[in-house]
């Protein structure tokens, strides 16, 4: 379930929320402007804190979700990594020492607030755990991959759990700054959710219903006090804006973005390949890298039978370029590297020594070739040909897929 990216990074298909809070927009369509925009966030908000939460409003960030030293860099949102096919919707804080033993830092809780959902999971490393907070109904945020819980929160799980582990009805008051677990060995998950103001760039939002949190995923700079603010940025790798990171990069009617294989159910995959383990074996997605967002990155669930992140070749087309009237479009694709602004490669698993980090593929062999055509605004036709070089390729074959949004 985990693999390196920069650094060994949590390779997680999540539990969803579920599909409820879809259910409820969709059956009581908007007839209020912004009343039932207000409702609307409300509602899910609400779905998303198990109905435990109170008020409306974007809330504060006053604590770093770990002390300052323990850390040594915050990766943005928007990596591609493994079976993460699609633009990741969390950032990863990064411990100094990465291959610590579990529970070696502890993990705070970074503002008020109640304590809603927290959620298990058993690995080959032992269990881990996933937190929701919420501040209001429409703002919340969440941890996950904490390897332990504190003594308080643990002794409240242990007695309401059920016999997989889970809580039905959590509802934890925590303060700005309070120990809520340990991590060790591997990264933090954090991000924000603020239900007021959804992302714009996904196409067709229904898509990704199976975790609904997804299209809320919001800025954690945009809410976090001056001084936490600060701290944040002095650990960011990413230089451009907007540093946080971004996960929706859609434009309809383009090549660039989010597809999904025909008939697997969007974000949520097939049942067939949910069963399976592989949920993701349908995704794909042709996004800016999330350090160097001027370069593109193909993100494949499926390519020789497995997920896999190649870049393409900087003098290809522009994918926020390619239109049905731009027809096949092939590219090279290569594996990279960063380079840090003194021209040495970066380690991955440091703050690196210069600023900014550039992706580059040069000199790198050629890992196949990938041909496109939107054939609709949102039907792509794509075929993928390992250890090939473009130059030899001609035209799709009967292996070609169709994807949609």
């Known amino acids: 379930m985990k693999k390196t990216i920069l650094i060994a990074v949590a390779v997680l298909a999540l539990a969803g ?16 402007g912004n009343q039932d925009q207000n409702s609307a966030a409300v509602a899910a908000g609400k779905e998303l804190a198990n109905n435990k939460c109170s ?16 850390f040594s860099m915050i990766l943005p949102y928007g990596g591609m990594i493994d079976n993460h096919v699609t633009p990741i919707d969390h950032q990863y804080y990064s411990p100094t020492v990465f291959n610590s033993p579990r529970d070696t830092y502890p993990v705070y809780a970074m503002a008020d607030a109640r304590l809603v959902d927290i959620q298990p999971r058993d690995t080959d490393r032992g269990r881990e755990y996933r937190m929701v907070f919420s501040m209001t109904c429409t703002f919340l945020y969440y941890y996950d991959l904490v390897t332990s819980l504190a003594p308080d929160i643990k002794t ?34 954090f ?42 940025l002095a650990k960011y790798i990413r230089t451009a804006e907007p540093r946080s990171g971004k996960i929706d990069y859609d434009i309809d009617g383009r090549l660039i973005g989010n597809w999904f294989l025909e008939g697997t159910n969007g974000y949520a995959g097939s049942a067939e390949e949910t069963a399976m383990g592989s949920y993701a074996r ?26 896999r992140q190649i870049s393409l070749s900087r003098t290809s087309p522009n994918p926020s370029d390619v239109a049905v009237e731009t027809e096949l479009v092939k590219y090279n694709l290569f594996n990279w590297q960063w380079r840090e602004d003194n021209g040495r490669d970066w380690d991955r698993f440091s703050f690196p020594s210069v600023l900014p980090l550039t992706l580059y593929n040069e000199g790198f062999r050629s890992e196949g070739c990938v041909l496109f055509q939107l054939v609709e605004d949102r039907k792509l036709k794509m075929e993928t040909f390992p250890g090939k070089n473009c130059s030899g390729i001609g035209s799709f074959t009967s292996g070609a897929k169709f994807y949609e949004r």
Request: hydrophobic share 30%; no cysteine.
């Open 191 to 232: 991000a924000v959710w603020d239900t007021t103001k959804p992302l714009t760039g996904f196409v067709n939002p229904e898509s990704y219903r199976s975790e609904s949190w997804k299209i809320y995923t919001a800025d954690p700079l945009d809410y976090a006090a001056a001084d936490i603010r600060e701290k944040m």
């Open 17 to 32: 929320l579920g599909g409820g809070i879809w259910y409820f927009l969709k059956s009581k369509p908007p007839t209020g």
């Open 156 to 189: 409240v799980y242990d007695k309401n759990k059920n016999s997989q582990g889970y809580v039905q009805d959590l509802d934890i008051q925590v303060k700005s700054g309070q120990e809520i677990g340990r991590i060790g060995g591997q990264t933090l998950d």
């Open 282 to 307: 349908g995704h794909l997605s042709i996004a800016p890298d999330q350090i160097d967002p001027t370069a593109f990155i193909a993100s494949f669930g499926d390519y020789q039978g497995r997920p």
């Open 55 to 70: 008020g409306t409003g974007p809330g504060m960030l006053t604590a770093l979700p770990m002390n300052f030293g323990d």
